[in-house]
Structure formats: structure tokens, C-alpha cells
């Protein structure tokens, strides 16, 4: 438990002489829950043009609780890819990502880069970090195909 010692000065003015609150940052999140797509899932990955470049097949999403300095969940996403060109040059298959709350509000949107994989590839991904989770909250976390 932490405590905090403050002095309040004339004019209503506030000045904390103490601050060890080490609760600040270890918030209890553990009841929050994600909810995911049904896995397979695949994900179609078009260029520039909309011409499907590869295809990747998402086979589970795992996530885990921080809370050790500052409240997160990380989020591993494990996959496979089943279709794609193999060129010579690096190049990156892109996923799209979204977290919605409770009430369908978008929290956070972001994207997932693999990359270099060729046809048959498998990947785990650990990329991906949100912060500022809410206790006793649910997420629902979508994977989508990457748009131009």
C-alpha cells in the first residue's frame, strides 16, 4: 500500500512534499479478457495495385499480462504463410490489427510486419504492446487484411 503526504497552502494551492506510491503502477488487470477471431483465420495480403500478394493463415493468438512498471498486455500472434511470391528483395506482409472495448469503441489500431517469409514459413510475432488496459474491462482484438 502506498501513501502520499501533500500540504495545502492558502489560495486552495496543492503541493505534494512526498510522493511513494508504487499502486500507481501495479494496477489489478488481470480480470480484463481479449476475445479473439476463431482461428484459422486467413488474411489475404494485396499490393498496391489489389492484386493478392500472399496469403497468411493466423493459427492462434495468445496474450499475457505486465504489470510490473507500467500496466500492459502483450499479444503473440501465431501463424503461417500459405501463399506468396518469393522475390529476391526484402519485402513485408502486412496485417492489420484492431482493439474495440466493451461498448465497440476502437482503443487502438496498429499494424503487424513480417518480415521476408516465403511460401510455408511459420511465425509467432510479439509486436504487438497496449497499454492502459481497464480492470474487469473486455477486448475484442480483430485481424484484417492491410488496406492501401
Do not use: H
Request: charged share 25%; proline share 3%.
Amino acid at each position: 500500500m502506498g501513501q502520499f503526504f501533500l500540504t495545502v497552502y492558502k489560495n486552495d494551492t496543492v503541493c505534494f512534499d512526498e510522493v511513494n506510491c508504487s499502486a500507481l503502477y501495479c494496477l489489478p488487470i488481470s480480470d480484463a479478457e481479449l476475445i479473439f477471431d476463431t482461428f484459422p483465420l486467413s488474411i489475404d495480403v494485396k499490393g498496391y495495385d489489389g492484386s493478392i500478394e500472399s496469403t497468411i493463415q493466423i493459427e492462434d493468438v495468445a496474450y499475457s499480462f505486465e504489470k510490473d512498471y507500467i500496466p500492459q498486455v502483450k499479444i503473440t500472434v501465431f501463424g503461417v504463410k500459405t501463399y506468396g511470391r518469393q522475390d529476391s528483395m526484402p519485402n513485408y506482409d502486412i496485417i492489420r490489427y484492431k482493439l474495440y472495448d466493451s461498448g465497440e469503441y476502437m482503443v487502438v489500431s496498429g499494424s503487424i510486419y513480417l518480415d521476408s517469409l516465403d511460401q510455408g514459413d511459420k511465425f509467432k510475432d510479439d509486436s504487438v504492446v497496449i497499454y492502459d488496459i481497464i480492470p474487469r474491462e473486455t477486448y475484442r482484438f480483430i485481424l484484417s487484411e492491410y488496406d492501401w
